[in-house]
């Protein structure tokens, strides 16, 4: 089996040290980080996503994958993230209220220090007070909110007129990203920019930037 399929059958199963030991193992054997995250990584989790949907795993499961997931993208961070570049500004990034799916937020974090923005990452289930705080707080020009549950992707509407209401009008940019979000939802709450995954949404925030 190729080290990308160990990783990805690794992940799927859960264990955290040999998903790490064979990102680890893709690395030395000189696969592009951005590969093994795409082929290996993510590879694993969208089959886990796959079997979740048809019912043929369940929450433990898909928890002990998406740590695995996550441990797995912590080797590759130092590949992904350079280091020494010049900031170019700030950024506030959460997962909305009421939801808890971080991997996706994690990577657009990884992508955005990769491209030299300062990321304050809130964590999950954000409220959007905290979105707002920390953006002033931080003389933020960007707050980017992640939903993956179309319970929650309502959210991003209240954070978007919490900035429309207050001194942040016009000065501060709303960005949105996860699985349920769309270009259509995102002109329908006057959110300033969609992107579809980690990569474009780095891009698009640095462009504001510039
Ligand atoms: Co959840 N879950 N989950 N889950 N889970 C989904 C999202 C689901 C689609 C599975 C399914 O049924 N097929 C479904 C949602 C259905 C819906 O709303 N339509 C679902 C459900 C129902 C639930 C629970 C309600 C299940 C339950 O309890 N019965 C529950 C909710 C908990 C809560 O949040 N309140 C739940 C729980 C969980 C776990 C805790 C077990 C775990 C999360 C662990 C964690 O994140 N630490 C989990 C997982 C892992 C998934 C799946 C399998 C994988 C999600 C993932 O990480 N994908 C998911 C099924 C699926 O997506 N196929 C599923 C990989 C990740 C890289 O992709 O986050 O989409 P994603 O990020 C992408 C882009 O979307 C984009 O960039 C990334 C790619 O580069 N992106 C942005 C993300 N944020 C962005 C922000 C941006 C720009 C781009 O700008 C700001």
């Known amino acids: 089996m190729s080290t990308l399929s160990e990783i990805s059958e690794w992940l799927q199963k859960g264990r955290a040290p040999k998903v790490k030991a064979f990102v680890q193992q893709a690395l030395d054997e000189g696969i592009p ?20 949907k048809n ?16 441990r797995g993208v912590e080797v590759l961070r130092p590949y992904l993230v350079a280091d ?7 950024v506030v990034l959460g997962t909305v209220k009421g939801d808890m799916h971080d991997i996706g937020k994690n990577l657009v ?12 990452d809130l964590g999950v289930d954000v409220p959007v007070d ?11 020009k960007i707050i980017c909110c992640s939903a993956l549950l179309t319970t929650t992707m309502g959210e991003m509407r209240n954070v978007v007129e919490a900035v429309q209401a207050s001194e942040m009008k016009g000065k501060v940019k709303v ?26 949404a780095a891009d698009a925030a640095v462009a504001y930037f510039e």
């Open 33 to 52: 980080a951005s590969e093994i995250l795409q082929d290996g990584l993510l590879d694993g989790m969208n089959i886990i996503g796959q079997k979740f």
């Open 84 to 90: 020494g570049v010049e900031e170019k500004g700030t």
């Open 55 to 70: 019912n043929e795993v369940f929450v433990p499961e898909v928890l002990v994958a998406a740590r695995a997931m996550n």
């Open 109 to 120: 974090r990884m992508m955005m220090e990769g491209k030299g923005l300062k990321v304050i």
């Open 130 to 140: 905290k979105f707002l705080d920390a953006a002033r707080e931080n003389d933020a």
């Open 175 to 200: 960005m949105i990203g996860g699985a349920p979000i769309t270009q259509t939802f995102c002109d329908q709450i006057g959110a300033d920019c969609y992107t579809p995954d980690a990569a474009s």
